[in-house]
C-alpha cells in the first residue's frame, strides 16, 4: 500500500538501492487512476492500466464493503468455478499499486469534482444496479419479482436479503429467455441436498427447502431459435437430476431443415433443443418440471382480492420471419392465461445514472463513449473520463466478454496518459481525507477478516456462509 | 521419444520441451520452452504471459482461448470434446481454429507451434 509518506524518498536518499525502489513506487510524477466499482469491468480495467503503464498507481472505489461486483452477488452459488476469478482479483488487490477503498457509493459520499480534484483519470465501472420492467398492469403485484433481486436474495446482497419470497405454490412463471432466467429456474429446481455444498444464503436455503414449486415455466416472447440463454446452461439443466424438461414437439419441429444453415454460435444449442424436443418423457415420475415456452407476451399480472398474484395473461405472438434470428414478434389478439403463486421477470439488468455531470444515454442505457472514453451528447469527448463493462456496453456478456472491453478502456487511458494529456501528480493521498469523518471505508485488510470470517462460518460443507447486514459487515472489521 | 530433440529440449529439472511461441494483445512475440505434459495454460501461466485463466483451468470461463496456425490446429491429438466447445462459443473473437488451452496437453508434436491471444471484440453469440 502507499501508506509510507512521501518525504521518505528525500530520507533514505543514502541508500542507492533503496533511492530506485522508492523512486518506482512513488516516482516523482505519477498518474492515479480511480475506478468506480469493483466488479470484473473494475478490476480487468486495473489489471490492465498496471500492465501498460509502470507510472500508474489504481484506488478501486466501491459502493458495498465486499468487492467483486457480481461475482459475489450474481454468479449462482452453484457455479463455484467461475468464482475462482476472485483468486486474480485478490492478486491484485495485493499489489502495491492498487487499493480497494470499499463502502464508498460514488454520487452519494463523494462527488465527480472532489474525485478529479485528486485522480489523472477516473473509470466508471459501476455496472446495472436495476432492472427493465414489463410496463404492464400489476407488476407491482405481490409475489411477482425481479429475477436480479431474486439473484440478490440468494446471493446475500444487503438490500435483497429481507425480500419476500413465497414458494409455497406449484407454479412458478420466469418472464425471459437469458442465461438469469436459467439461473433461476435453476436454483429453484436444484434438489436442495445439492445447494447446501454451495455458498447460497442460509435464508434462501431455508425457504427451498420448505418450498412447493413443482414446476416452472420459461416464457420467451419470440421463439426458440431466438433464445438468449447459452448451450452451457441449457446442457446443465438437462442434466439436472429428478427434473423432466418439457419441450413441445411441434414448436421445434421446424427447426430440423435449418439447424445447418446456422452459424455456428447457435448451431449446436439450437440442435440440443430440437433434440431434446424430440425425447419421449417420463411423466409417471413424481418428477419436478421445467417447461419451456414460446410467442408468449405477458399483458397483465392477475391478482387476488389481496393484490397477490395468482395467474398471468399471455398475447400469443407470430414472428415477422420466422426463420431469421434477427427477427420481431408481432401480437396476434389471441390470449391466455397461465396459473401461479409466483413469477420472475427476467428481462434484463439495467443500469441508472448516478452523477448528473456525466452524460447518460436514456434510450440504451449505457454511458456514451468512444472506445471506453465518455463522450458528451454531441459527440466530443470528455476529458479525463472513462467508463468500463456493464455500464459501457450494457448489461450483456460473461465475465470473459467485460474482461475484453475493459481491456479495450485501459488501453484509452494509457494512450492518453502516454499523450501526456492527463494531470499527473507528486505527492500521496488518501481517498479518506476527502471522506466526512466517521464514514466507516473499508481496505483490502479489512474485507480480509470479514472474508476469513466468512470462510469460517461456512464451517465444513460449506466454501463460506456470507454476512448479509452491512452493519455486521462492519462490527467484524472492527473487532478484528 | 522424438529422437531429433536434442538435449536442449530438456529443462533444467529434465523434464522434456518444446518450443512454442506466444504472441500477446499487443502484437509482441514470446518464445518459450514448454514442458511436455503440461496443460498450455500452464505454460503460459509459468511464462507471465496474458492468458487470464480465470477459473483455474476448470472450464468454467473461457478467458484461456487462443488461436491455432491452420498446420498447428490439426496437430492437437485431442479435439475439443462437447464441454469445450459449449464454453468455447461464449469466447470473444472465435475462430474455426480456437481452443480453450486450459483443456490441452503440450505433446512432442507441438515443437514450434505458434498461439495467438485473440483481439477482437465481437461477442460470438450476436451472431
Ligand atoms: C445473475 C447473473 C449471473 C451471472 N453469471 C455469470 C457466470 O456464471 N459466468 C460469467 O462469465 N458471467 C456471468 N454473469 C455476467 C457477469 O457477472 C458480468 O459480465 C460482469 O459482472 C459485469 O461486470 P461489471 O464490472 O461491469 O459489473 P458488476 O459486476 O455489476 O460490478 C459493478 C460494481 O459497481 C458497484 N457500484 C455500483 N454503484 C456504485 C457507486 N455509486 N459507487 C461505487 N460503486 C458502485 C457495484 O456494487 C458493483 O460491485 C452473470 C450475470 C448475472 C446478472
Ligand atoms: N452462466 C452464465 O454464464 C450467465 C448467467 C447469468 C447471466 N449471464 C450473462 O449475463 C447477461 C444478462 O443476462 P440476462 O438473462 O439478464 O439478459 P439477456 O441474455 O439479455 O436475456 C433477456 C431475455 O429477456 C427477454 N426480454 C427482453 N425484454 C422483454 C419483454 N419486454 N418481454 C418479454 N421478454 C423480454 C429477451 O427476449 P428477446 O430476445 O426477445 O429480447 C431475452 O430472452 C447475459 O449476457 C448472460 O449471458 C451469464
Ligand atoms: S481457464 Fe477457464 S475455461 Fe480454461
Known amino acids: 500500500m502507499f501508506s509510507i509518506p512521501i518525504f521518505q524518498n528525500v530520507y533514505i536518499t543514502s541508500s542507492r538501492f533503496l533511492v530506485r525502489y522508492t523512486r518506482s513506487l512513488f516516482s516523482d510524477n505519477h498518474y492515479r487512476v480511480g475506478i468506480v466499482g469493483s466488479g470484473p469491468a473494475g478490476f480487468y480495467t486495473a489489471q ?60 452519494t459520499d463523494i462527488s465527480l469534482s472532489q474525485l478529479f480534484t485528486y485522480y489523472s483519470a477516473i473509470v466508471l465501472a459501476y455496472g446495472a444496479d436495476s432492472d427493465r420492467k414489463l410496463e404492464i398492469p400489476g407488476e407491482n403485484a405481490k409475489g411477482f419479482l425481479s429475477a436480479r433481486r431474486f439473484v440478490g436474495w440468494y446471493n446475500g446482497l444487503p438490500e435483497d436479503v429481507s425480500l419476500d419470497v413465497d414458494l409455497s405454490s406449484q407454479t412458478a412463471v420466469i418472464i425471459g429467455q437469458g442465461n438469469v432466467a436459467i439461473d433461476v429456474a435453476r436454483i429453484l429446481l436444484t434438489p436442495t441436498e445439492q445447494l447446501e455444498k454451495t455458498d447460497i444464503c442460509n435464508h434462501a436455503l431455508l425457504a427451498l427447502r420448505e418450498s412447493k414449486i413443482q414446476r416452472v415455466v420459461l416464457v420467451g416472447r419470440r421463439g426458440p431459435l431466438q433464445v438468449a440463454f447459452t448451450i452451457k446452461e441449457l446442457r446443465e439443466l438437462l442434466k439436472l437430476k429428478q427434473i423432466t424438461t418439457l419441450l413441445t414437439k411441434e414448436d421445434h419441429d421446424f427447426l430440423e431443415p435449418i439447424i445447418s444453415t446456422l452459424p ?217 | 521419444m522424438n529422437p531429433e530433440l536434442g538435449l536442449d529440449n530438456y529443462s533444467q529439472k529434465g523434464a522434456k520441451t518444446v518450443n512454442i511461441t506466444f504472441i500477446d494483445r499487443d502484437g509482441d512475440t514470446f518464445k518459450v520452452a514448454a514442458k511436455v505434459g503440461d496443460t498450455l495454460l ?52 472465435l475462430t474455426d481454429t480456437s481452443r480453450l488451452v486450459c483443456q490441452i496437453d503440450v505433446t512432442d508434436e507441438m515443437e514450434g507451434i505458434v498461439l495467438k491471444i485473440p483481439t477482437e471484440t465481437r461477442d460470438a453469440r450476436n451472431l
Open chain 1, 48 to 107: 490492465r492500466l498496471l500492465k501498460l503503464n509502470s507510472n500508474v498507481r489504481v484506488d478501486i472505489i466501491e459502493r458495498l464493503p465486499t468487492p467483486f461486483g457480481l461475482v459475489r452477488y450474481g454468479v449462482a452459488p452453484d457455479h463455484p468455478e467461475v468464482k475462482n476469478v476472485i483468486t486474480n482479483f485478490t492478486n491484485l488487490l495485493k499489489d502495491t499499486r492498487c487499493r480497494f477503498y470499499g463502502n464508498i457509493s460514488v454520487g
Open chain 1, 264 to 480: 455456428r454460435g447457435r448451431k449446436r444449442l439450437i440442435e440440443l433443443l430440437y433434440k431434446t424436443s424430440r425425447q419421449s418423457l417420463h411423466t409417471e415420475t413424481s418428477n419436478k418440471c421445467l417447461e419451456i415456452s414460446y410467442l408468449r407476451s405477458p399483458t397483465i399480472i392477475n391478482t387476488n382480492t389481496e393484490g397477490k398474484i395468482n395467474s398471468i395473461t399471455f398475447e400469443v405472438n407470430k414472428l415477422q420471419d420466422h426463420n431469421s434470428i434477427n427477427t420481431k414478434a408481432i401480437g396476434t389478439g389471441v390470449y391466455e392465461t397461465i396459473e401461479c403463486g409466483i413469477a420472475f421477470r427476467s428481462i434484463g439488468y439495467k443500469s441508472i445514472p448516478i452523477l448528473e455531470s456525466v452524460p447518460f444515454d436514456n434510450i440504451k442505457h449505457v454511458i456514451p463513449n468512444e472506445r471506453g472514453k465518455v463522450t458528451h451528447l454531441d459527440g466530443t469527448l470528455y476529458k479525463g473520463l472513462y467508463c468500463s463493462g456493464w455500464i459501457k456496453r450494457g448489461p450483456v456478456g460473461v465475465i470473459a466478454s467485460t474482461m475484453n472491453d475493459a481491456y479495450e478502456t485501459a488501453e484509452r487511458v494509457h494512450e492518453d496518459l502516454t499523450a501526456d494529456t492527463l494531470q499527473s501528480f507528486n505527492t500521496d493521498f488518501k481517498l479518506s481525507d476527502l471522506i466526512p469523518e466517521g464514514h466507516r471505508m473499508v481496505n483490502y485488510t479489512d474485507w480480509s477478516s470479514l472474508d476469513t470470517e466468512e470462510v469460517s462460518r461456512g464451517g465444513e460443507s460449506k466454501p463460506r456462509e456470507k454476512i448479509t447486514s452491512i452493519q455486521e459487515m462492519i462490527r467484524i472489521m472492527n473487532n478484528k
Open chain 2, 42 to 93: 500452464d505454460v503460459a501461466k509459468e511464462n507471465d504471459i496474458d492468458v487470464e485463466g480465470a477459473c483455474g483451468g476448470t472450464l468454467a470461463c473461457s478467458t484461456c482461448h487462443l488461436i491455432f496456425e491452420k498446420v498447428d490446429f490439426d496437430k492437437i491429438p485431442e479435439t475439443a470434446t462437447d464441454e469445450e466447445l459449449d464454453l468455447l462459443e461464449m469466447a470473444y473473437g
